[in-house]
């Protein structure tokens, strides 16, 4: 899928702290998993950042990503989307690394690839609209984040995108392009 609308302005996304099951290289998807001490630390330092202003914080209903939140903005208002939840790999949750299906195949019990991008499509632009004037900082996943390249930028999933690392796919013109803050 290939999105033919842009959202309205630039936006961030973060990838949450590391988690216990990024450690042991296991299938989180929507299972809660706790962050490590790494993650959280992982986490904190953003927090220590220059933010543009004026930002609005977005994440995860997720534990890793809403922690991650918490520990990146304290004391800042973190509202919570349920569209940059991590993509339900059914089956598949659990399992290592190694045994997760080609991204295009639809896990059983699981959310389909094209399923995925309609939903990152659909939050994103509406995150863009509803932020105004602020840059959209949205601690999410992975999943989220290689969504985000395939409609919008290069098409493609790439890398897995690290954790904590803020990542802006800046709106110039009728493109985006992703960059790291």
């Known amino acids: 899928m290939t999105a033919t609308t842009l959202p309205s302005r630039s936006f961030c996304l973060i990838r949450h702290g590391e988690t216990t099951a990024n450690a ?32 609005a914080i977005y994440a995860s209903p997720m534990s ?16 919570l989307n349920d569209g940059l939840r991590e993509r339900d790999w059914g089956v598949f ?8 299906p080609v991204r295009e195949a639809t896990p059983d019990q ?36 290689r969504a985000a390249r395939v409609l919008w930028t290069t098409g493609d999933v790439g890398q897995r995108p690290p954790n904590a690392i803020p990542l802006l796919f800046e709106k110039t013109g009728e493109q985006m392009m992703e960059k790291t803050l």
């Not at 690839?113 to 994103?124: E, F, S």
């Open 64 to 79: 890793r990503a809403q922690h991650s939140a918490e520990l990146a903005f304290p004391g800042r208002a973190v509202e």
């Open 110 to 145: 699981g959310e389909s690839w094209p399923d995925m991008l309609m939903r990152v499509h659909t939050t994103i632009l509406e995150i863009c609209a509803a932020s105004r004037a602020a840059l959209p900082v949205l601690v999410c996943h992975s999943g989220i984040i």
């Open 24 to 55: 042991d290289e296991i299938i989180a998807g929507v299972t809660d998993v706790p962050l490590t001490q790494l993650g959280r630390d992982q986490a904190h330092a953003l927090s220590h950042r220059m933010w543009p202003e004026p930002i």
């Open 93 to 100: 949750e659990g399992q290592p690394l190694s045994e997760q």
